[in-house]
């Protein structure tokens, strides 16, 4: 779903460019708290490790937006990662995964154009992110407290955040569009197909929340708190223990296996199954070419970028090229993401530090 230069006029991408930016701005001080609020309870300083963890995410997510899967009539989808970032690191640290990966996707590989870069932000990584965020929070309020509540609010979160994706671009395109066709049908076709590229997102996410949680629940930011209720037996009945005054903290354990395991799996996806990805045109493409939206689609800046297109320049293998331009893909976003995220982490640690040697902040 990455819009390229040309299909929304300048004053309306400038007017997304500003939007995105606040939300970054935003994006950074919340996830300041939240890369805290993740870090393990009782691991002092190992609330550092939440910052290679978030950019795991980033690469992850990178990599499986690689596998475009086939939906209907000739059309694939893909990833777009809001629900799943939000979920596994939190609403903030989400919103500057996305965007990590999508800065990186229109610099290195010309996927998403540059003066588009705020409309994609705004629908990829914003909407997403926020959608989700709400929708899932609200359902694991009423659902009972579990992991697979966790798992089946995952699942619906990703299905609703995709198609209110595209209720946004479209409202973008109704202001901004550069060519003349008929919003209502565009509409109609947007939001038909990203629901069922929607169910590939709640699959893919619901899966991955799904597999955290089976292994280090205490590592998914959407399931804090979450914990089996302890059972006593009572005149030979089990009943639920009476509630602790303070809960039971997790086992300071180093995520390194996730870690690992989840980088291995971003390169695998990235640089050989990316290989039998679909095809299609995925769901903007194909609404584009339908009804007319591409007619003012401009050449890429960058399209001429040694990776361009997923593939590495001067490699003739197509297997080849386009694994290896997954594996630099995965392994750049990884390093740009971690440290974006180390750099938001040591802030906080360094205003608090400066807080706390203020006068203000002097205790008498």
């Known amino acids: 779903m990455h819009a390229p230069d040309g299909f929304i006029d300048v004053p309306v991408s400038a007017a997304a460019g500003v939007l995105a930016a606040g939300a970054i701005a935003v994006s950074l001080r919340g996830a300041r708290r939240e890369l805290d609020d993740t870090a393990r309870p009782g691991a002092g300083a190992g609330a550092e490790r939440t910052a290679p963890l978030a950019g795991l995410v980033a690469a992850f997510i990178f990599a499986v937006q690689m596998l475009n899967f086939p939906v209907a009539a000739g059309t694939s989808g893909h990833l777009l990662g ?14 500057l995964c996305v965007s990590v990966v999508l800065l990186l996707q229109s610099v290195l590989f010309a ?56 209720v946004v671009f479209t409202l973008l395109y109704a202001v901004g569009g550069t060519t003349d066709v008929s919003i209502g049908k565009v509409a109609t076709a947007m939001v038909g197909v990203h629901v069922l ?13 799904g597999a955290v949680i089976a292994v280090r629940p205490d590592l998914v930011h959407g399931a804090r708190g979450l914990r089996q209720k302890l059972k006593l037996r009572v005149n030979g009945e089990l009943v639920d223990a009476p509630e602790t005054a303070e809960p039971v903290p997790a086992p300071a354990r180093s995520p390194r296996r996730v870690w690992t395991a989840g980088l291995v799996t971003s390169l695998v996806l990235a640089g050989f199954v990316s290989f039998y990805a679909s095809a299609n045109p995925d769901g903007l493409e194909k609404v584009a070419a339908d009804h007319g939206i591409d007619k003012q689609a401009e050449e890429h800046a960058v399209a ?22 997954g ?37 008498v």
């Open 82 to 95: 809001g629900a799943l970032a939000a979920i596994l690191v939190g609403p903030y640290t989400g919103v």
């Open 111 to 166: 996927d998403g154009g540059l003066t588009a870069l705020g409309v994609n932000i705004t629908t990829m990584a914003l909407t997403t992110t926020v959608v989700a965020y709400a929708l899932f929070r609200g359902l694991v309020k009423v659902l009972p407290r579990s992991r697979r509540s966790v798992t089946a609010a995952s699942f619906v979160a990703a299905l609703v955040s995709v198609p209110a994706s595209a």
């Open 197 to 209: 590229i929607g169910l590939g997102e709640a699959a893919i996410t619901a899966l991955t929340v």
């Open 304 to 325: 001429d970028s040694p990776l361009a297109d997923y593939g590495v320049k001067d490699v003739d293998d197509a297997r080849l090229s386009g694994g290896l331009a």
């Open 327 to 363: 594996v630099i893909g995965v392994g750049v976003t990884v390093v740009a993401g971690t440290g974006v995220f180390w750099a938001v982490r040591r802030r906080r640690t360094t205003d608090e530090q400066a807080e706390a040697t203020s006068p203000a902040g002097t205790s």
